[in-house]
């Protein structure tokens, strides 16, 4: 297992874009948004999926130095301030959304496929149970990479008001945890997240994606 700081910050979002707007939608995200996230200090990189037909639609993670980039005064500036088209695309055409802040707990493998499967619990409690299955999971033919995320809050602020893109798209859900596996095929996605399926006792959502791209931190220069 690799070692990994306990505080590498991850933020993870799964959402739907509203029906006939996915052209509009993909265009904030490559022109805009991808690089205004990923180009602030502290981040490291952001990687977009789409799904295999399940749903949520889309998986969206950004991966951090630390959690704390993710309460820091530059990022908060950005969800407060969105630009236009980003208030276009807030109402309602960003829907369905569960986003939290995460940190990745354990890692195993150094590469990231083009296909990863997630499993996310809104149960407390489950983290361990989560590390177990990413131990087991992780030794499966195609899987490069295991994480554990687990979730995060402030503990600088006792505010909870939401930020201001959230209260133009409404109150997003969250996760409590989240295993996630990276692959390198979609047949193997698709047989580790029936494999998943078949071994889940708990309410936890199992959902299979494929890469659409991703952006490093190194290259918004």
């Known amino acids: 297992m690799e070692g990994i700081n306990p505080q590498t910050g991850v933020l993870a979002l799964w959402n739907d874009c509203a029906v006939g707007h996915e052209e509009l939608y993909d265009k904030w995200y490559h022109d805009e948004h991808f690089f205004d996230r990923v180009s602030i200090k502290g981040f490291r990189l952001g990687r977009r999926y789409e799904s295999l037909g399940t749903n949520p639609q889309f998986f969206t993670y950004y991966e951090t130095e630390s959690t704390d980039v993710l309460f820091s005064s530059a990022y908060q500036a950005q969800l407060d301030q969105p630009s236009l088209l980003t208030k276009e695309v807030m109402a309602g055409m960003f829907i ?126």
């Open 96 to 221: 369905n959304v569960t986003r939290t802040v995460c940190s990745c707990v354990q890692r195993s493998g150094r590469e990231r496929g083009g296909f990863v499967v997630t499993m996310s619990t809104r149960e407390h409690g489950k983290e361990e149970e989560f590390k177990t299955m990413a131990l087991l999971f992780g030794e499966l033919s195609g899987v490069v990479r295991t994480e554990v995320w687990m979730r995060v809050m402030d503990s600088t602020h006792s505010h909870t008001r939401p930020r201001k893109e959230e209260q133009i798209r409404g109150q997003d859900q969250t996760v409590e945890s989240c295993l996630v596996l990276h692959l390198t095929r979609e047949d193997d996605a698709r047989r580790v997240s029936d494999l998943l399926a078949s071994k889940n006792n708990t309410d936890s959502d199992i959902d299979g994606y494929r890469l659409l791209s991703e952006l490093r931190h190194e290259d918004c220069g």
